[in-house]
């Protein structure tokens, strides 16, 4: 299990802390303190001089995992916090007083993961049916139906690493079926259902169609960066996972056509 250090007003330790740790910053919102957050975090100064928290986010490892080593969380993206980080520490608080426990009151100060675990899924998944069934999305995939999904890299309010970790299952289990009905695309950049820094604006719906109807595969598809105004900053290739986008060195880098869709490659050792 991942215990959140104590509260650290040294930038300097809390930057080698995380750093010791593989973590990675993402900055929050401003104010003296945060909301309320089960995530280590230090005080800094905005440019005006107004106090922010920053909070250290996991970045190679998973944050969140059981004693017996079980991963139930795998940490987030490398988004801002400014806009959901109080809305994520209040649906954690939420689904605990209102769904799970049914206690108004319950204090999260009280929390342990392997303490409340077994009464979380006992209640999310056995209660209301909130778990995705692995195996009824498989039959699906392996009836020749057709799944898109698609998450934001940047998702500071559900973790993209989830939703990988959430469909490998279903890609196993569906095997070559899964390959040829399924879509896994990862928007690079992308916050929660939109805004961020990367290319927000795609169309899925007109290809899915083509895909059932015509039997024509998406492959990739062109999203947009959109400003206020309507006109398109940028463009970006859309790539499944676990390719990524990256610029090829020539042209225009704000075109799509300029940038292809890549894999990490592993460094021999």
């Known amino acids: 299990m991942y215990t959140p250090p104590p509260f650290k007003s040294d930038r300097a330790a809390s930057l080698a802390f995380a750093e010791a740790r593989g973590f990675g910053l993402a900055c929050a919102w401003d104010g003296n303190k945060p909301v309320a957050s089960s995530l280590p975090f230090y005080l800094t100064s905005a440019n005006d001089g107004t106090p922010r928290a920053a909070f250290h986010v996991a970045r190679h490892n998973p944050l969140v995992k059981l004693a017996d080593g079980t991963t139930i969380y795998s940490g987030y993206g490398i988004g801002s916090m400014a806009q959901w980080g109080p809305a994520y520490a209040a649906l954690g608080v939420g689904h605990m007083r209102n769904i799970v426990l049914n206690d108004p009151f319950w204090s999260p100060s009280s929390f342990n993961v392997d303490t409340y675990y077994p009464t979380i899924t006992g209640v999310i998944d056995g209660e209301y049916r909130f778990d995705a069934s692995v195996s009824g999305l498989a039959d699906f995939l392996k009836a020749g139906k057709k799944i898109m999904v698609w998450h934001g890299s940047d998702d500071a309010l559900l973790s993209h690493k989830d939703t990988i970790r959430t469909w490998q299952p279903v890609v196993a289990q569906a095997a070559d079926e899964a390959a040829s009905n399924s879509k896994l695309y990862i928007a690079s950049g992308v916050n929660h259902c939109g805004g961020g820094p ?45 390719a990524y986008p990256k610029y090829n060195g020539t042209g225009d880098i704000n075109s799509a056509s300029n940038n292809q869709c890549v894999r990490h490659r592993r460094r021999s050792t």
């Open 198 to 242: 990367g290319a927000d604006t795609f169309d899925l719906l007109t290809p899915m169609m083509a895909w059932v109807e015509k039997g024509i595969d998406p492959g990739t598809i062109v999203a947009s960066k959109v400003d206020a105004s309507g006109a398109t900053q940028f463009t970006r290739p859309l790539c499944q996972y676990p």
